[in-house]
């Protein structure tokens, strides 16, 4: 795996596209700089690695926008050390945005096959968030508390299970809709904790499925 001038100049050119769309956080804008998205992606699609745009990576899942990883990201407001739970594992490039950001990063996939491939793919480019094979709406109960809560596929409505997780005073962030157009919302626990959430505007993602671990 080569990651070129041509590469690097290319992820420069997507920082400015981020910018552009209203993106601030200096932090995720140097996380995603310096992350080589195209190792991500099927060679298929590998030349268009830096269009800000989402793109196949089998199990019917998709590596998202690089806006939408930007976006999510920023409303996280990620600190050196926070506890992340990141519901949809995928491709894994969330993820090494969240490690690059600092975060200690639990991530649970539900597709065997996309668990198996980012599992052995991820330690080759030197990145080892703490990955786990299961259901995401169940969260992982086991290391709770966490600080930050991401989900990356769309859910009908926000899991009891993964709000219980959420540390007083955490974020959580998660598409929520029924249909394949999603609001993005972000949740924060008070210190009471009482819940205070707000909406981001709408986002495409895939569903995030109930009860759901795929062993095929």
Request: a positive charge; hydrophobic letters at 40%; aromatic letters at 10%.
């Amino acid at each position: 795996m080569i990651d070129s001038y041509k590469h690097k100049g290319l992820r420069k050119q997507l920082i400015e596209t981020l910018k552009s769309k209203g993106i601030s956080d200096e932090n995720v804008l140097r996380a995603i700089e310096k992350i080589p998205r195209h190792f991500f992606l099927d060679s298929t699609f590998q030349n268009h690695a830096y269009e800000d745009k989402a793109f196949p990576i089998g199990s019917g899942q998709t590596i998202s926008q690089p806006y939408t990883v930007a976006f999510q990201s920023e409303l996280l407001q990620i600190k050196k050390r926070d506890k992340v739970l990141e519901v949809g594992t995928g491709s894994g490039y969330q993820a090494c945005v969240l490690l690059e950001l600092g975060a200690i990063v639990y991530t649970i996939e539900r597709q065997r096959n996309l668990f198996m491939k980012t599992k052995n793919f991820l330690p080759s480019i030197a990145y080892q968030p703490k990955m786990f094979f299961g259901d995401g709406y169940k969260g992982l109960p086991a290391f709770a508390p966490f600080d930050k809560i991401i989900v990356t596929a769309g859910a009908p409505d926000i899991p009891d299970m993964l709000l219980e997780q959420l540390k007083p005073g955490g974020i959580m962030v998660i598409p929520v809709g029924a249909s394949d157009v999603q609001h993005m919302i972000s949740i924060t626990k008070n210190l009471q904790g009482e819940i205070i959430r707000r909406e981001h505007g709408t986002f495409r993602f895939v569903p995030l499925l109930e009860n759901k671990a795929d062993d095929k």
